[in-house]
T-cell receptor, first 115, second 114 residues
Framework: GAVVSQHPSWVICKSGTSVKIECRSLDFQATTMFWYRQFPKQSLMLMATSNEGSKATYEQGVEKDKFLINHASLTLSTLTVTSAHPEDSSFYIC???????????FGSGTRLTVV | AQSVSQHNHHVILSEAASLELGCNYSYGGTVNLFWYVQYPGQHLQLLLK??????LVKGIKGFEAEFIKSKFSFNLRKPSVQWSDTAEYFCAVNAKAAGNKLTFGGGTRVLVKP
């Protein structure tokens, strides 16, 4: 079945630094990838949608200059949290879909802690 | 905009009890519906999905869900739960007019007592 690999699984960084999270589709071409954020004991909130080769579409309230999304190939999307602050600490999850197919494949998530 | 409501935030029940989790959505057009489960410390897993056809959908681990279009609902059921069903359950909706964006409900945390 379709597999999405997300890396790293967890990361601790200092306040003010940037962190990059990768999301790879291993056995299919992901025409669209989604990035979600999940706070403890809360649901997944969609941050942005990215289509291969084009700019990401951000949800209302999500700072696009802070959460940089790149989807340069059909198998890789990256989320970079720039100038991270403690309030950015959260669980970030990516998801991917394949054109012509219904269904979403989720990565295993990245727990970001900013100290 | 599409929105998804899960009425129960927390459910506690004993093993062998029946489980039903409510899910309602707010979009009136064609929708694809999903239920996901997130076990403690693990990533989301798809339990079942509805795209079209028989409104009663059977998924993995003995779960099923019924799509009732007139009620904008997609409730999840399991006749007899096990301790291993302790997890958080998320309903999600994709409204076709919204492209392929998936919107999640707030989740229901289920605790099954042994």
């Amino acid at each position: 079945g379709a597999v999405v690999s997300q890396h790293p699984s967890w990361v601790i960084c200092k306040s003010g630094t940037s962190v990059k999270i990768e999301c790879r589709s291993l056995d299919f071409q992901a025409t669209t990838m989604f990035w979600y954020r999940q706070f403890p004991k809360q649901s997944l909130m969609l941050m942005a949608t990215s289509n291969e080769g084009s700019k990401a579409t951000y949800e209302q309230g999500v700072e696009k200059d802070k959460f940089l999304i790149n989807h340069a190939s059909l198998t890789l999307s990256t989320l970079t949290v720039t100038s991270a602050h403690p309030e950015d600490s959260s669980f970030y999850i990516c998801s991917a879909t394949q054109q012509g197919h219904y269904g979403y494949t989720f990565g295993s998530g990245t727990r970001l802690t900013v100290v | 905009a599409q929105s998804v409501s899960q009425h129960n935030h927390h459910v506690i029940l004993s093993e062998a009890a029946s489980l039903e989790l409510g899910c309602n959505y707010s979009y009136g057009g064609t929708v694809n519906l999903f239920w996901y489960v997130q076990y403690p410390g693990q990533h989301l897993q798809l339990l079942l999905k509805y795209f079209s056809g028989d409104p009663l959908v059977k998924g993995i681990k003995g779960f099923e869900a019924e799509f009732i279009k007139s009620k904008f609902s997609f409730n999840l059921r399991k006749p007899s739960v096990q301790w291993s069903d302790t997890a958080e359950y998320f309903c999600a909706v994709n409204a076709k007019a919204a492209g392929n964006k998936l919107t999640f409900g707030g989740g229901t945390r289920v605790l099954v007592k042994p």
